[in-house]
């Protein structure tokens, strides 16, 4: 069961990492829009989306070892 769970959380999580990474630009549009920070939102969006990859990869990584697991 512990398994079972595990895999549900991580599923969970890749659902709501892709949704805040299609969201990306629209979720940065007010800091992007303040002068003070002009040229170092595109770095911002940039990190957040690598670390976003990185993180859903990671849970598809786990999910795939646990799934095999699980058989």
């Known amino acids: ?6 895999i549900k959380k991580l599923e969970i999580s890749n659902q ?3 949704v805040i990474l299609e969201n990306l630009d629209e ?3 007010d800091i992007r ?3 003070r920070l002009e040229g170092l939102v595109d770095d911002l969006e940039n990190l957040f989306y690598a670390y976003l990859k990185t ?4 849970n598809t ?3 795939d070892i646990l799934n ?3 058989k």
């Open 33 to 35: 829009s303040d002068p």
């Open 1 to 6: 069961m512990a398994v079972e769970d595990a």
């Open 27 to 29: 979720q940065l549009a």
């Open 16 to 18: 709501g990492l892709k």
């Open 55 to 58: 993180w859903i990869k990671s």
């Open 61 to 63: 990584e786990i999910l």
């Open 68 to 70: 095999q697991e699980k």
